[in-house]
């Protein structure tokens, strides 16, 4: 079991990203951090999650500022994803697969440990959500 954040965990697809948005999304927050997730209508991998982050260009302006709160957001994902069982064994293909997108809906920038604790509580959200519909 690897921490590393695979490319083929991160979600890519238009299609799974809009379905976000729509009446199949659901959403847990804890400020500042949003997610949305929804399982997918179809396998792509072997993790049972893929996911993307997001930072509004409408509130932080400079592309610096966008990719340090999303690098944020990744590293506190990659280290806390275990608390969802975002990991697997190789070759071992999971029953559902889940598209995460995280969202920081903040209006300033938040520090590495603020964002950390926020993204622990929400992976602890999804968990429990997750765990009552299984």
Request: aromatic share 10%; glycine share 6%; hydrophobic share 35%.
């Amino acid at each position: 079991m690897s921490d590393k954040f695979h490319n083929k965990e991160r979600l890519k697809s238009r299609k799974e990203i809009g379905r976000l948005f729509g009446r199949d999304g659901r959403a847990v927050k804890s400020y500042p951090i949003r997610l949305a997730y929804a399982e997918t209508e179809e396998m792509r991998g072997t993790f049972p999650f893929q996911a993307a982050f997001v930072v509004p260009k409408r509130r932080f302006k400079k592309a610096v500022d966008r990719n340090l709160i999303k690098r944020r957001m990744r590293e506190a994902y990659r280290l806390h994803k275990h608390l969802i069982g975002a990991h697997t064994e190789q070759g071992v293909v999971p029953e559902q697969q889940y598209s995460l997108l995280f969202i920081y809906t903040g209006n300033e920038e938040m520090p590495f440990k603020y964002i950390e604790r926020k993204m622990k509580r929400v992976l602890g959200d999804l968990q429990a959500t997750l765990e009552v519909k299984r």
